[in-house]
Nanobody, 133 residues
């Protein structure tokens, strides 16, 4: 059973930075290499949206247009952890941020599939990010 545990959320003023971490466990080394893993967010009354995703095998990354150039996703294989470095934060970045992972070949299904929440099986409990103006 894959488990994902997020950390690093909090409150920050606009223009500030935060780093989120997602520690994963419960998968074999073989399946780990096929995983797509990363971050989604959901604000009250809005649909869950993909923010940044990474594929462990190819190291391909996928970003939402709204965060491209401000957010960076990275991995630490030794710690089985994915990070999301968030810079130049805006009030509209405020949301619950969820870590997600899946072993399906999402990048071969369609070009935008890695950023679509409906394809993901494993989810963390979420960490709140609040950006004040």
């Amino acid at each position: 059973q894959v488990q994902l545990v997020e950390s690093g959320g909090g409150s920050v003023q606009a223009g500030g930075s935060l780093r989120l971490a997602c520690a994963a466990s419960g998968y074999t080394e073989y399946t780990y290499r096929s995983y797509y893993m990363g971050w989604f967010r959901q604000a009250p009354g809005k649909e869950r949206e993909g923010v940044a995703i990474l594929n462990f095998g190819s190291l391909s990354t996928y970003y939402a247009d709204s965060v491209s150039g401000r957010f960076t996703i990275s991995q630490d294989n030794a710690k089985n952890t994915v990070y999301l470095e968030m810079n130049s934060l805006k009030p509209e970045d405020s949301a619950m941020y969820y870590c997600a992972a899946d072993a399906k070949p999402l990048g071969t299904i369609c070009s935008t599939c890695p950023l679509e929440h409906r394809y993901y099986t494993h989810w963390g409990q979420g960490t709140q990010v609040t950006v004040s103006a």
